[in-house]
């Protein structure tokens, strides 16, 4: 009776709520299921339910395995949670996805070296949530890992062609872009919900042009991405709650290279090869904004004088955290960084059928909708503490996190 009254309860409802979604799963993976959705021409939406009740019911299995084995995110000085959070979330929107893809069994030609690419930055982002590895390493790795992608798949980006030189300035500049927006999307998962949030946002936007553009199986990759993240981020954005556990290096870097690699697979246009580059330019807008603006901001400033310093600089002056800084609340952040993404998202679909000229008009409103992000960012730089200062900005009742979170998280 002790027991019950203790942990036995809270036990207990934990399994009994695990028991549905392994029902649903198990439903699923009956070959008559997949064969019916099939059938019908509902393929994506099969894709997507598997995916998303597969995450849902392995969040809280990594959970609770991150806290049994101490893979935890420690609180410091630059970042925003006030608790130890367990990590593995990435854990679990890697298997779901990977699950999904593998009942699809559809793959294109690129498809396969981007799956291998991703699933060893996935190992190596564990790795480093595990024990932490030296940022140039990690580095190193992420542009041999893009080389192996491009060079074995055959997968780059197409700024110039119909040229014996191109594969010199192509080449150069898909590591660029596929390196840059992994650790574009590490950078955002800084605050609960950001980086699934734009990561399901991202696979929205290229699902809906490659469907658009009689690409189904990159559509389809999408939606498996998408339900992933949509399976874990209920754990990990909740209302008036601190999150359950966190995407960690493995999480945040396997979205990022999986969504550029996706990027980089599409022709997102039949009237313009321009609209065809601008069109995921625009998608990953905010991404590319912060990456661009902060590293230029710490040279500028001086915060980092080499490549190698620049690496391992580290400062509270990313979009998320300046806005914070200005006074809103978390969850605010998240609906303005998020918004912002819809707004870049819908010019992309908007220019989908444009020509040159539509194309560069899409980019200049996206450079008027960043103008005012750049606004934002110098007013909050006048507030930005500098590194190691441990002063405390006020917060909304809902920033702050309660004592009982991380305790109800244990019991759970």
């Known amino acids: 009776m002790n027991f019950l009254k203790g942990k036995g309860f809270p036990l207990i409802r934990r399994i009994l709520s695990q028991v549905p979604l392994s029902l649903v799963l198990i439903a699923l993976l009956l070959p008559a299921s997949r064969v019916f959705f099939f059938d019908l021409g509902l393929r994506w939406q099969y894709i997507f339910l598997f995916s998303f009740f597969s995450a849902s019911l392995l969040t809280p299995l990594c959970s609770a395995l991150a806290l049994k084995l101490k893979i935890l995110d ?13 990590l593995l979330g990435g854990v679990a929107v ?19 070296s981007l799956l291998l690419g991703a699933t060893l930055i996935f190992s190596m982002g564990l790795m480093d949530d595990v024990r932490p590895l030296p940022a140039l390493l990690k580095f190193v790795l992420q542009v041999a890992i893009s080389l192996v992608v491009i060079l074995w798949g055959g997968i780059h980006l197409t700024f110039f062609y119909h040229a014996t030189w191109a594969p010199l300035i192509n080449i150069p500049l898909t590591v660029l872009w596929m390196v840059g927006m992994t650790n574009a999307m590490n950078f955002f998962d800084g605050i609960d919900g950001l980086a699934s949030a734009l990561s399901i946002l991202c696979a929205l936007f290229l699902g809906i042009l490659a469907f658009n553009t009689d690409q189904p199986a ?14 874990f981020i209920p754990y990990n954005f909740r209302f008036r709650k601190s999150a359950l556990l966190f995407l960690g290096d ?5 979205l990022g290279f999986t969504l550029a690699g996706l990027a980089v697979l599409g022709q997102w246009s039949a ?11 625009l998608i990953f807008g905010v991404l590319i904004f912060d990456m661009v603006y902060v590293n230029l901001s710490r040279i500028k400033n ?12 580290v400062n509270k002056d990313h979009l998320h955290h300046r806005l914070l800084l200005l006074g809103f609340a978390r969850k605010e952040v998240v609906f303005i960084i998020c918004t912002l993404s819809v707004c870049l998202g819908v010019s992309a679909l908007i220019i989908m059928d444009q020509k040159l000229i539509e194309g560069l008009l899409g980019l200049f409103q996206a450079f008027l909708i960043l103008g005012l992000v750049v606004t934002l960012m110098l007013k909050g730089r006048e507030r930005v503490p500098k590194e190691g200062d441990r002063r405390k900005t006020l917060r909304r009742r809902e920033d702050r996190m309660r004592a009982g979170d991380f305790k109800d998280m244990v019991s759970r």
């Open 302 to 313: 001086r915060q980092a004088r080499s490549f190698t310093e620049l690496l391992t600089c």
């Open 94 to 112: 890697y298997i779901a996805f990977s699950m999904a893809l593998l009942l699809n069994a559809v793959f294109l030609p690129g498809m396969k």
């Open 74 to 86: 420690q609180p410091d000085w630059r970042k925003i949670h006030e608790q130890p959070t367990p």
């Open 218 to 231: 990159l559509g389809w990759f999408a939606v498996a991405l998408m339900g992933s993240c949509a399976g």
């Open 250 to 254: 493995a999480g945040s870097t396997f």
């Open 271 to 281: 009237t313009s090869h321009f609209v065809s580059l601008a069109a995921p330019i």
